[in-house]
């Protein structure tokens, strides 16, 4: 089993930034790839951006150049630097792990409000 925690979410007004953090725990030592996931009201949840297991990052074309997704695997964290955000940027956040199994585990998520 894999525990995963986002913190970090809240209201920021559009052009501004926040951190988003993901503390996972458990038996993570299988990865295949970590990532983070949206789901905003009336939406299916979409890939933000993720990362490989040999820490290859890939992003959504409405986020790139905007979202830098980190890691500090000693510390089993990951990161979704947001900057310049845009009100479409709403959302709950999801962390995700995806085993070399193809197990997928999600944290509870975060709500991230962009007022314009």
């Known amino acids: 089993q894999v525990r995963l925690v986002e913190s970090g979410g809240g209201l920021v007004q559009a052009g501004g930034s926040l951190r988003l953090s993901c503390a996972a725990s458990?038996?993570?030592?299988?990865?295949?790839?970590m990532g983070w996931y949206r789901q905003a009201p009336g939406k299916q949840r979409e890939l933000v951006a993720t990362i490989s297991n040999y820490g290859m990052t890939t992003y959504a074309d409405s986020v790139k150049d905007r979202f830098t997704l980190s890691r500090d695997s000693p510390q089993n964290m990951m990161y979704l630097q947001m900057n310049s955000l845009k009100p479409e940027d709403t959302a709950v956040y999801y962390c995700?792990?995806?085993?070399?199994?193809?197990?997928?585990?999600w944290g509870q998520g975060t709500q991230v409000t962009v007022s314009s």
């Open positions: 458990g038996s993570i030592f299988n990865a295949n790839a």
């Open positions: 995700a792990y995806h085993t070399r199994l193809g197990n997928d585990y």
